[in-house]
């Protein structure tokens, strides 16, 4: 579960976002000693951090600047000012959006998920390696690695790994999953489709990293 850090003293404005947000399934940090934003930042190590500017203390030009001297985490800024050097300046200072007051809270979670999508889906790497946790998928040889442990995956496993680890936090239907497989001529039924999940699990698990794929009952299956 990705967790989201929200500076705003704003105690309605605050309330409603973290609302909205854990009903998307995100862990919500909400600050309110805002003289003590930095440790807490620490302490909580968000993935994604919802920034006022006007706030008590400190502005939030202040905390976006303490927040990227020790992390690249991705930064929102929230704020009522409109005039184009307040956005010049929370872009110069770190921040990675800015989003005007009032707002409408699905284009702010969409655009959290962009921001947590582009940032923690996966990295891919110059020896063509899809990694997330500490798992890497080799896309030129179809192996994965975890602490200095490989095993081979069959082509039904890879084409399956690779679509969920470019879908990290995204549940996956069957019928997804039986597309993709579909798709490269790989013509398999329903229950096919669980032998080679139950297998890939497996493999994973061998190599130390256990309840990497999650089963979402009656949806599919996700990579957190």
């Not at 399956?160 to 019928?175: F, H, P």
């Amino acid at each position: 579960m990705y967790r989201i850090m929200m500076i705003e003293d704003d105690e309605k404005i605050r309330t409603i976002v973290a609302d909205t947000l854990k009903k998307w399934q995100y862990d919500v940090v909400e600050v309110t000693e805002f003289d003590q934003v930095i440790t807490e930042f620490k302490q909580s190590d968000p993935h994604l951090v919802l920034l006022d500017i006007n706030l008590p203390v400190f502005d939030g030009y202040y905390w976006c600047q303490q927040i990227r001297s020790v992390s690249k985490v991705p930064i929102i800024f929230l704020s009522s000012r409109n005039q184009n050097m307040d956005i010049i300046m929370a872009i110069n200072m770190g921040g990675d959006d800015f989003i005007q007051k009032p707002f409408d809270l699905d284009i702010l979670v969409a655009k959290i998920s962009a921001l947590i999508r582009r940032k923690y889906t996966y990295q891919e790497d110059e020896n063509s390696k899809l990694i997330h946790q500490g798992l890497k998928l080799n896309v030129t040889n179809s192996t994965i690695e975890y602490n200095d442990k490989s095993t081979e995956l069959s082509r039904n496993e890879f084409i399956l790994l690779q679509l969920m680890m470019r879908n990290i936090g995204k549940i996956l239907s069957r019928e997804d999953l039986m597309q993709a497989l579909w798709n490269e001529e790989q013509f398999v039924d329903d229950n096919t489709l669980t032998v080679n999940v139950n297998r890939m699990r497996r493999k994973i698990a061998s190599l130390g990293l256990e309840n990497y794929i999650v089963t979402r009952k009656g949806m599919g299956y996700m990579i957190e």
